[in-house]
């Protein structure tokens, strides 16, 4: 069974700009997490998608949004790239919400700004 | 406002001796409590965790403890191995339907 894949791995921006980044979740799993990480900081919830709809948000500007398809899948964007949006952002998904939490992570889009 | 915290950034320990890693939680209705385990360039990846129900949770060289009263968890590694040196991070969850988690601890397991 294949783990939850995030495309791109690493990429390199420039402030002002945008970035969308992409996650596949586990086949069956509808529920989609994404985390930013950065040194010291730990992982810091950014949303959470459960068909198509957002259920939850995290404390971050409105530069960062998200959305979920039909398919499970989902993608995350920032605009307006500021050198502190550098961080490592980990997508995660799990069959259901309400249960005892388990989270498969994928390997993370590590996102560097210039 | 940070809800979970593991106030130790790192930890040192030897091969074949016990590893300690604690967290400590603010929010009370918080219904369960999970530990990851994250190497470089990788995902994190589930190792444990524990319901608000129960005070002990045991699996193979992994054993979580939870004081609800003293809102603290820990987790115990033994024998820890070099294999084990990687970021723990402790996360909790509840009716607010995202996992909370701390900052992380990273472990170092000498041979």
New interface residues.
Partial sequence: KAGVTQTPRYLIKTRGQQVTLSCSPISGHRSVSWYQQTPGQGLQFLFEYFSETQRNKGNFPGRFSGRQFSNSRSEMNVSTLELGDSALYLCASSLVTENTGELFFGEGSRLTVL | DQQVK?NS?SLSVQEGRISILNCDYTNSMFD?F?W?KKYP??????LI?I?SIKDKNEDGRFTVFLNKSAKHLSLHIVPSQPGDSAVY?C?A?GS?????????TKLSVKP
């Fill in positions: 593991q950034p369960y999970l990851y360039a990788e995902g994190p990846t589930f965790s319901s991070f996360a969850g607010q339907g995202n996992l909370i988690f701390g900052k992380g």
